[in-house]
């Protein structure tokens, strides 16, 4: 069975506390499917944007919204990977 990463990782959270996050921290911030783990989050991550990661945290946001916050590899560039999505 072939897993659907697309249905994983709904689209990429942009505002200006993300922002700070990429340029300080090395982490991006996705909008994901609320029922997938952080193991899934994590496979989905390094096999469409073809990088590694080294940590995720997740939150339910009030309005129902999944966030998963990634954190990169210091060999990867958060920042490389948010202009690679049209964010940065």
């Known amino acids: 069975m072939s897993v659907n990463y697309y249905s994983i990782i709904l689209k990429p959270l942009v505002t200006e506390n993300t922002f700070d996050l990429i340029e300080d921290h090395n982490k991006l911030v996705f909008i994901v499917e609320r029922k997938a783990n952080k193991f899934q989050i994590k496979e989905a991550i390094e096999k469409l944007y073809d990088v590694k990661v080294v940590k995720i945290n997740t939150l339910i946001h009030s309005n129902g919204n999944k966030k998963a916050f990634v954190k990169l590899h210091p ?13 940065f």
Not at 75 to 87: F, Y
């Open 75 to 87: 060999n990867n560039s958060a920042a490389d990977l948010a202009i690679k999505l049209g964010i």
